[in-house]
């Protein structure tokens, strides 16, 4: 079954209508996909980082995400409020200028952790990173948008999900490479980090911290993003235009199923990133892991998303037969597998046996069942999916130690496609709007401020992270609900546009 018709591929002028342009726009999209979902998942090691630096609190740590997330409902609110009074900005600029300007912003933002982390000053860091999420605000508006349009739409799920898939694999060995660099390959640069009293900040493996430790990856990725933004520049894209004229007002909001998914966004992200935000610190609670340890733990939290995603880009939006689905299935949740754990076991020096990781099979083969109950349905997969994550969580409330972390690990499978889902069925049928339709979409990406934030005052109040993620549960729960009910398109919001 599809994923849902938009009705705008139709009404699409391409100046370059031919699979090979397609093609290239493809790749360079899933490139800047694999980037963003890197730099994203570096939060995850910048909170226990800065959590040390600064002696923060669980709660003032998830700042972090506060301002990164937070920077999505400014720039969303901002890029609604323009679409408003004075027309859709991208429907303006294109979107190949949309997706240069949101690079630019990003690089800048990059080169900030180098001043943030010489004056020790965690409010540049917040800063720096809100700028961050601004760049990424416009790349979501442009880019999200621009895969479902770019082919057949029918195949808008799967093609997002492929495109989800890299963007998962950025968030997969960003824990593994982005800890090494942070926790261990330049820690010991530069001169020692001293918290108030004048000791030496060390990692919990007993290493050393320094500022380097931060500057020298974030230069790195400030390269990468002016390549990407240089890469796109001379690339030639699918340019399209729409046949009908771009009005002002807010069109968008009288489509009840745009409306929910917006909070279904924000129900998703918030879960998804409180979950991740927790993940090596709530190890180092429940087991003792340190950092280097946690680390490769919580790449397999976020490499189940990108199992699950090159799944749903196999399955979701054409059904086929169910001995090669199954044999498929297999096959990639496999493979994935076996290459999230190669990349931790070379990472770890040969010091991590594949044994330390084999109940994730299990959840591997639960993840299958969830597909195939789903039957290539995203909104029905939606729901099977949250009910999942729900049952996991309450899972790993009752459990303790290594059965309670990995319930939570699992949770990344069922994350999947959760994203590229509500996406697709939110911004059917939108036709004309579908633009500011996105820009709404990721403005409630701010679950992923509230969320991880609200989720870090229940852990300080219990004194530790473990029945704090009833939080997400929550979030899930709504989740189950638009899956079930609240995709199904009905314009009765009754909000004049101007």
Same mark, same amino acid.
């Given at each position: ?9 139709? %009404? ?126 416009? !790349? ?30 950025? +968030? +997969? ?20 980090? !001293?918290? &108030? ?58 489509? &009840? ?140 409330? !009752? ?29 059917? %049928? ?64 009754? !909000?004049?546009?101007?």
């Amino acid at each position: 079954m599809a994923s849902g018709n938009f009705s705008n591929p139709t %009404d699409q002028i391409l100046s370059e209508n031919n699979s090979s342009s397609y093609r290239t726009a493809f790749i360079v999209l899933t490139s800047l996909f694999f980037m963003w979902g890197f730099i994203t998942c570096m939060n995850d090691i910048l909170i226990p980082f800065l959590k040390k630096m600064f002696e923060l609190s669980r709660a003032q740590s998830m700042l972090v995400q506060m301002s990164f997330f937070g920077a999505y409902f400014i720039g969303s609110l901002i890029y609604f409020l323009v679409s408003y009074f004075a027309g859709d900005p991208i429907s303006r600029i294109g979107y190949k200028k949309g997706l240069i300007i949101g690079l630019l912003i990003s690089a800048v933002a990059c080169l900030a952790f180098y001043p943030a982390a010489q004056l020790k000053s965690y409010n540049l860091f917040l800063a720096a990173l809100f700028v961050l999420g601004l760049g990424f605000t416009l !790349l979501q508006i442009a880019a999200n948008p621009y895969i479902a349009i770019l082919g057949s739409p029918s195949t808008a799920s799967s093609r997002l999900n492929l495109s989800q898939g890299f963007n998962s694999f950025g +968030t +997969t060995i960003a824990p593994i490479i982005g800890g090494y660099f942070v926790f261990h390959f330049f820690a010991e640069w530069g001169q020692p980090l !001293l918290d &108030r009293a004048g000791s030496i900040i060390t990692t919990d493996s007993g290493k050393t911290m320094s500022a380097a430790a931060v500057q020298l990856p974030y230069l790195i990725f400030a390269g990468v993003f002016l390549s990407l933004a240089l890469l796109i520049q001379l690339t030639k894209l699918p340019v399209f235009a729409s046949s009908e004229s771009t009005e002002k007002g807010a069109g968008a909001l009288k489509h &009840r199923h745009l409306v929910l998914g917006m909070i279904a966004i924000f129900m998703y992200v918030g879960g998804e990133v409180s979950i991740g935000s927790v993940m090596i610190n709530y190890m180092n609670e429940m087991a003792g892991f340190p950092e280097v340890v946690a680390k490769n733990y919580l790449a397999f939290y976020w490499g189940g998303a990108m199992i699950g995603r090159f799944i749903g880009a196999y399955t979701l939006g054409q059904e086929r037969p169910f001995f090669n689905k199954i044999i498929s299935l297999v096959l990639i949740s496999f493979s994935g597998f076996l290459l999230i754990w190669f990349f931790v076991y070379l990472e770890s020096d040969r010091s991590f046996p594949i044994q330390n990781v084999l109940p994730f099979l299990g959840l591997i083969i639960l993840n299958i069942v969830g597909f195939l109950i789903g039957k290539s349905m995203p909104a029905r997969t939606l729901m099977v999916f949250s009910l999942s994550i729900i049952a996991l969580l309450i899972a790993s409330t !009752l459990m303790s130690g290594m059965p309670a972390i990995w319930c939570v690990i699992g949770i990344g499978l069922f994350n999947s496609v959760m994203w590229s889902n509500i996406f697709t069925l939110a911004i059917k %049928d939108l036709g004309k709007y579908t633009s500011q339709g996105s820009s709404l979409l990721v403005m409630f990406v701010l679950g992923g401020a509230v969320l991880p934030f609200f989720q870090g005052k229940v852990a300080d109040f219990a004194g530790a992270y473990h029945f704090s993620f009833f939080v997400p549960a929550i979030a899930y729960v709504y989740l189950a609900y638009y899956g079930w009910k609240g995709h199904l398109p009905k314009n009765s919001l009754n !909000l004049k546009s101007k």
